[in-house]
Structure formats: structure tokens, C-alpha cells
């Protein structure tokens, strides 16, 4: 557990951009959470923010650690990548909870008494798509090659896999409804869609998006010493 | 030879090449094998090779490289001239985490870490951010990690850079130490002193080639006893056309715009007759360098290129 603590000891080592991070969220947020904004554009903004967080936070500064050596140095000393990966993602995704814990609870507060019933699925969703989210930063810090390339990446990608999980549409086809209940983030969606009092057609069933998840991951960690190579030396520019 | 005299190998390199991404090649057919417990200095210009070849070193002890073996790949320590920290985290939090990354106990890591802070004294900074230390320091700290991590092959990238007369020291008595322990060290450094007094052999790298290892003394001895007397004329013009034969026992080695290298075998004697030779000749001296052969004369005169740039007027 010498990464996860690595991560969480950083973390609180700088205790004004920790509480920051707390702190932004709820300024960006509560005023649509207490705005007349009509629900599935409120979950919209939220789940966009979310994601965002936590694929941004993860992959930014994964490739300042590779260029700065860092994590040629982790991997020099021997510790294991698939160890290497799994405590960063998942100190990343619980820190980016702690620090979305604040809006969350706004959020919360806001939606009245359906917001209290939907807090156990939040929860759940919200662990899962912080998960994912950081999972992919590592993935899209390998493929690029600089803090530009990496937020546009995180851009793009986040908002394709949003958009699959029909934050931005509600599916009109079969196959883009398949599709959707697949998408890792559409618990997230459910949600936050919850949470606002809009139900869905159904009930939320977060199985298949939790498998999609999951064999994500587990491609990744099979794979981890291939893609981590581009964060050894020599680099390539 | 002091140390690693018939021991096995501890490092093996057999015509390694390496070239980069972007297709220079860097290192060309490299060959060299370094004996368990042995110090070997890699001595070069800028751009030569030497860093290139220590991240190689380290490389293959993760990922398999043609050409190279390292004996025991799992411990092996490399500290860049420009070590790599967390800036926000104390230089302890650092060195613990880096030992801990090495599979060994958080008290054990704590304990060999106060150890190595207090061996590169390091003790009063050991709780300040990493953001905070000066270059110095900071390159103290990552070879006190290095040291502390009890590899059996310590890759050291220039030790000396930013250090202080105490921390060469320093420096010094821990390569003597380590080595008596059995760990082998492989430096890269642009001091041709320091590697004549602490490597057991010196491996001499020009342009990405490994052109000579010898020990030092070999090196020493292959030059001669000549001793090179550098003078720096006192005037802009350079009064060569004035200049009668140099007085026997003495001879001009290379003319240079403001100053003249003499060949000396008898330093004592023939320094007071070179200064009167010049002054017989309206040349006025500004300063005087006297040095033993050493190294700096091995590197020129195997590689034909010299270790540190001329000094420019």
C-alpha cells in the first residue's frame, strides 16, 4: 500500500489545494443545484463536472510524474505495475470522493426528500464512475504527450462516454439503449437523475455498466506493462 | 586494484548499442564488464554517453536489453545528477517511501534512512519539503536513497554535481565503505581527480564509444612523466614571433590565442627558466597552472578530445 499512501500523504501534504478542491465544486455547483434549470440539464451539468474532476485529476498529473522521472523511478525500484496502478486509482478515486463529498451533500440537500432516498445509489455510482474516470486518465496520460494533448484527450473521451450514457440524449433506438446500459457512467446517471426526482423508464440496473467497467479494468492491469512503458525512460517526445 | 579483483561480474555489457526514440544513436557497441565490488568511473565530456549508459544500465534491470546482463537485476539503485522527488513531501516521507517501494519495512525504512541522512548530514533538513532544498542537498538526498537502498549495483550520475568540499567528502567515504561491503558502483563523473582517487578502473567515453578502461594508474603511466605547465599571457597580442627556443628540459606542447602549454620533466627546475624564457622575450604572464599528468592527459591523448572545453580569453 506504499502508492496509496504515497497519494493520500501528497494529497493532505497540501492541505490549501485539498480544501480548494472541496471548496470549487460546491461554488461551480450549488447555484445550478438551487437554479429552476430543468433536471436532465442539471444532471448533465453535474455528471460533466464529475467526470471531469476525476479524469483530469488523474491524468494531468500522471504525465507531469512521467516527465519528471517519477514514475520511472517507481517502476526502477521494482514495485509491481499492476500494484503501481490499482492503488492509484483507487487513492485517486477516493480522494476525488472526499473532496466531491461537500457538492454532494448540497446536492443532496437541495433535492429534498427524493435526494435523501437516492443517496445509496449516488454513492455507489459515484465510487464507480470516479473508479473509471481515473482509470482512463492513467490510460490517456500513456497516449499523450503533454499536459495539452492530456486535457484534451480527457475532453474529448469523458464527453463520448457521457454522451454513450445519455446524459446529453435520451435514447431513441434499441441499439442506442443497449448501448447506454453498457456505458460505464450511466449509473452515474441514473443517479444523479434520481437524485433530481426524475425517474427513469425503469428500474436502474447497474450490472452491465459495472461488467463494462470492470473488464476495462481488467484489460488495463493485463496490459500494464505494455502501455506504462511510455512512462519509462527514454520518453518519447 | 582495490576491490572486486576476481570476483564475478556484477555487470556484463557485450557490444550494447542504444539509440533513441527520435533515431541518435547514443552508445555504440559498448563493451564492459565490471567485477562485484568494483568502482568503475565513467569519465567524458558533456554528450557523451555517460548518463545515456547508466539509465541503460538501469533500464535492463527491468526490461530484458540485447547485449547487456546485470547479475542481480533486482537491486539496483541509480541517483541522477537531478534526482526526482515529491517537492511537497519532507525529504524523509521521500527516502521511506522509496525504500518502502523496495519491498522493505516501514521501521526498517525509517531506521535506514536516519542512517543515511546522518552519513550525508542531512539530518537538520530531513523534515523540510523537497521544494525547499537547494540543488546541493537535494542531490545529497537522492544518494543517501540511493546508498540506503542496499542495491548491489549503485549507479551514481555525476555525484560531485552542486556538492560542497565536505559532501565530495562525504561522497568519498561512502564509495570506500559500500565497496569494502561488496556493491558495485558505476559513476559517471567530469572529475578526472576524483575518479583517479576512487574508481578502481576508468572507462574513457567519447562521442557514445567506450574507447579505453584502464585503472587509473595505467592511464597515469601511459602518459609519461611529463608535467604540463600552462601560462596566460598578460597581453592581448600573442608575442609567439619573439619567442627564441625554449630553454632545454623545456617544450611547447600547443599555442593557444593568449597563453602557451609547455612539456616539463623537472617542475622546480623548469618553471623559473620558462618565466625567465618569457620575460627574456617582453612576454608578460598573468597566471601559471602546474599539473601533474593525471587523467585529463589520459582523455586527450587516447581520445584525442578534451575533457572540459578550452578556456576562452
Same mark, same amino acid.
Not at chain 2, 269 to 276: C, E, S
Given at each position: ?43 448533465? $451539468? ?131 439503449? =443497449?448501448? /447506454?446500459?453498457?456505458? *460505464? ?8 437523475? /434520481? ?21 476495462? /479494468? ?15 525512460? *527514454?520518453?518519447? #517526445? | ?12 555489457? #557485450? ?70 522527488? =515529491?517537492?511537497?513531501?519532507?525529504? &524523509? ?57 542496499? /542495491?548491489?549495483?549503485?549507479?551514481? #550520475? ?15 567515504? $561512502?564509495?570506500?565503505?559500500? $565497496? ?26 567519447? #562521442? ?33 614571433? =619573439?619567442?627564441? *627556443? ?59 578530445? &578534451? ?7
Amino acid at each position: 500500500m506504499t502508492i496509496w499512501r504515497l497519494e493520500w500523504r501528497s494529497a493532505l501534504a497540501r492541505r490549501r489545494l485539498f480544501l480548494w478542491n472541496m471548496a470549487v465544486p460546491v461554488l461551480l455547483l450549488a447555484p445550478v443545484a438551487l437554479s429552476a434549470a430543468a433536471a436532465p440539464h442539471r444532471t448533465a $451539468v453535474f455528471g460533466v463536472f464529475f467526470v471531469f474532476f476525476a479524469t483530469f485529476g488523474s491524468a494531468i498529473p500522471t504525465v507531469r510524474d512521467a516527465h519528471a522521472g517519477w514514475l520511472d523511478t517507481i517502476f526502477q525500484s521494482g514495485y509491481s505495475r499492476v500494484r503501481w496502478l490499482v492503488e492509484t486509482v483507487l487513492a485517486g478515486a477516493t480522494l476525488d470522493f472526499v473532496q466531491l463529498f461537500p457538492v454532494v451533500l448540497v446536492l443532496v440537500a437541495a433535492s429534498g426528500r427524493a435526494g435523501a432516498r437516492a443517496i445509496p445509489s449516488l454513492i455507489f455510482a459515484l465510487l464507480l464512475a470516479l473508479g473509471f474516470a481515473n482509470l482512463l486518465g492513467h490510460l490517456l496520460a500513456a497516449a499523450v504527450r503533454s499536459l495539452a494533448e492530456a486535457a484534451l484527450a480527457c475532453a474529448a473521451t469523458s464527453l463520448l462516454l457521457l454522451h454513450f450514457a445519455g446524459f446529453f440524449r435520451t435514447p431513441t433506438t434499441p441499439w442506442a439503449e =443497449r448501448a /447506454a446500459e453498457w456505458a *460505464p457512467y450511466r449509473p452515474l446517471r441514473e443517479g444523479l437523475a /434520481a437524485l433530481q426526482g426524475a425517474s427513469p423508464s425503469g428500474p436502474p440496473d447497474s450490472l452491465p455498466a459495472v461488467l463494462a467497467a470492470s473488464l476495462g /479494468a481488467v484489460v488495463l492491469i493485463v496490459f500494464v506493462r505494455r502501455w506504462t512503458v511510455k512512462f519509462e525512460w *527514454p520518453w518519447v #517526445d | 586494484m582495490r576491490h572486486g579483483q576476481g570476483s564475478p561480474s556484477a555487470l556484463r555489457v #557485450d557490444g550494447m548499442s542504444f539509440s533513441y526514440p527520435d533515431g541518435t544513436t547514443a552508445l555504440h557497441a559498448i563493451r564492459l564488464t565490471v567485477a562485484t565490488g568494483e568502482v568503475i568511473g565513467l569519465l567524458g565530456p558533456n554528450g557523451c554517453g555517460k548518463t545515456t549508459l547508466l539509465r541503460t544500465i538501469a533500464r535492463a534491470s527491468r526490461r530484458a536489453t540485447a547485449g547487456l546482463q546485470v547479475r542481480d537485476p533486482g537491486t539496483v539503485a541509480l541517483a541522477l545528477d537531478r534526482p526526482v522527488f =515529491r517537492g511537497w513531501l519532507s525529504g &524523509r516521507q521521500n527516502a521511506v517511501t522509496c525504500l518502502r517501494l523496495r519491498g522493505m519495512g516501514r521501521a526498517a525504512a525509517e531506521d535506514v534512512a536516519n542512517t543515511w541522512f546522518e552519513r550525508f548530514g542531512l539530518d537538520a533538513v530531513a523534515d523540510r519539503p523537497v521544494s525547499t532544498y537547494s540543488r546541493g542537498i537535494a542531490h545529497r538526498l537522492g544518494l543517501a536513497v540511493a546508498f540506503a537502498t542496499k /542495491a548491489g549495483l549503485v549507479l551514481l #550520475d555525476e555525484p560531485l554535481a552542486g556538492l560542497d568540499p565536505a559532501a565530495r567528502d562525504q561522497v568519498a567515504d $561512502v564509495l570506500c565503505a559500500c $565497496v569494502g561491503a561488496g556493491t558495485t558502483v558505476v559513476l559517471s563523473t567530469h572529475d578526472p581527480n576524483f575518479a583517479a582517487a576512487n574508481c578502481d578502473r576508468v572507462a574513457f567515453l567519447a #562521442d557514445g564509444r567506450l574507447l579505453a578502461v584502464e585503472t587509473p594508474s595505467s592511464f597515469i603511466a601511459s602518459v609519461g612523466g611529463e608535467t604540463r605547465i600552462d601560462i596566460r599571457f598578460g597581453q592581448t597580442e600573442a608575442p609567439f614571433e =619573439r619567442l627564441p *627556443p625554449p630553454p632545454t628540459g623545456i617544450h611547447e606542447r600547443a599555442r593557444t590565442p593568449g597563453g602557451i602549454s609547455l612539456g616539463v620533466e623537472d617542475p622546480p627546475r623548469a618553471l623559473p627558466l620558462a618565466l625567465t624564457w618569457l620575460s627574456g622575450a617582453g612576454v608578460r604572464v598573468s597566471s601559471v597552472d602546474v599539473r601533474e599528468p593525471g587523467l585529463r592527459e589520459a582523455y586527450f591523448k587516447v581520445t584525442g578530445q &578534451r575533457l572540459e572545453p578550452e578556456r576562452t580569453e
